[in-house]
């Protein structure tokens, strides 16, 4: 059974930029410890090299599919629910392709 978090691969590369640079960013994650949506403010990285107490970061497609890559999270505080405002959301086309 996979331990940590899952998130929309959507999500990340929408917020890309500020990865790269480091920069907290704002998500919502599913928690794989009682499969509950949590929306957090985190610090995200694709390895958890340079991450101190990182977790595992499942990326899900746009078909709601685990992907075979694996980032690391770290989870700096669990925010209310209105407070995830993603950019976009997948399109049909990205759906069913």
């Given at each position: 059974?996979?331990e940590?978090?899952e998130v929309?691969?959507?999500?990340?590369?929408d917020l890309?930029?500020?990865?790269q640079?480091g920069?907290e960013?704002?998500?919502?994650?599913r928690?794989?410890?009682?499969?509950?949506?949590?929306?957090?403010r985190?610090?995200?990285?694709?390895?958890?090299?340079g991450?101190?107490g990182a977790e595992?970061?499942?990326?899900?497609n746009?078909?709601?599919?685990?992907?075979d890559?694996?980032?690391?999270?770290?989870?700096?505080?669990?925010l209310?629910?209105?407070?995830?405002?993603?950019?976009?959301?997948?399109?049909?086309?990205?759906?069913?392709?």
């Amino acid at each position: 059974m996979r331990e940590g978090y899952e998130v929309y691969g959507l999500y990340l590369e929408d917020l890309r930029e500020e990865i790269q640079q480091g920069q907290e960013v704002v998500l919502e994650v599913r928690d794989l410890n009682d499969i509950s949506r949590k929306v957090v403010r985190a610090r995200v990285k694709e390895s958890a090299e340079g991450l101190p107490g990182a977790e595992q970061l499942w990326v899900r497609n746009a078909k709601d599919e685990i992907t075979d890559q694996c980032w690391a999270i770290q989870v700096i505080e669990e925010l209310p629910d209105d407070a995830f405002r993603p950019k976009r959301t997948a399109k049909r086309e990205e759906i069913y392709r």
